[in-house]
């Protein structure tokens, strides 16, 4: 069942805890990849899963040798799992899915041919989108966030269902900081992309593996991890304060001097200074995320521990 020449397309997919959908995504994936007419491989990364992903994987890959499985020694996030699946790739394209099916595989059909036309990243827009509310406002708040703070254009409703061009992907995945945010560098790339209108599909088996907390977590990432906007937008408050502060000062005292009965009082007092304290706590918590991150890439730890690798050659 292998196929012979380069391979064209690499289809890269993180997986986490999903025994319930990996034999039904490959075999409605592979006829479509087949119809494709062009060499291709499916990596799967999984992210350290702890039901039975890894022995379905390993059957599948025994079934067809297209078929590949990156195993990490425990659990490192979706981020580094697509790092890993594209270093790991050779395909002249690669295609990142997720792996519970709600990216229907028939509709990758619509961005190859969109990617014919000349585009090196083609996005999925999702239509019709079957994710909690929770879900749906957190990525729209994300999208919001880098337009608004970063300056990152990305349309509504933009999944990772995507085709990429394999030489831009492999420059992403191998930049060296450790906090990536595909998304956001495949803008920073510059490469030519554009959007196609894909279906969206509920989850097929088992739970979503990203929860709200998951989600603002990862917003946070992306805001401190990509930019330095937060600590511009933190001294422009600083400054504002100060400058509200300085304003109530000259306002108090006018009315002193024109003989106003000022009424001395300790509310507006106590919470002036709750109020700056908590500006001023915030204003470190980010510094500090800054300085974390620092200190995180100066250890130089690697981003992931591979366990195991099935199906690759040599």
Known sequence: MSERGPIEHSVVIPVLNEEGNVRALVERLVPVLEAAGAPFEIVFVDDGSRDQTPTLLRALAAADPRVRMVRFSRNYGQEAAVQAGILRSSGRFVVQMDGDLQNPPEELLKLLAKRDE?????????????????????SRALVWGMRTLLGIELPDDVTTFRVIDGRTARLIAGLPEKKKFFSALAVWSGARSATVEVGHAARASGTTKYDLAKLINHSFDL??????????IIGAGGVLVALSGVAFGLYRIAQKLLGVDIAM???????????????????????????????????GRPLYVVAEEVGFDG
């Open 118 to 138: 000349g585009y090196e990243i083609v996005y999925g827009v999702r239509v019709a989108r079957k994710d909690p509310w929770h879900r749906v406002v957190a």
């Open 223 to 232: 805001m401190v991890g990509f930019s330095t906007r937060p600590l511009r």
């Open 265 to 299: 009082g300790y509310t507006s007092l106590f919470a002036a200074i709750v109020i700056l304290g908590g500006l001023q706590l915030i204003a470190l918590s980010v510094i500090g995320e800054y300085v974390g991150r620092i200190f995180i890439q100066a250890q």
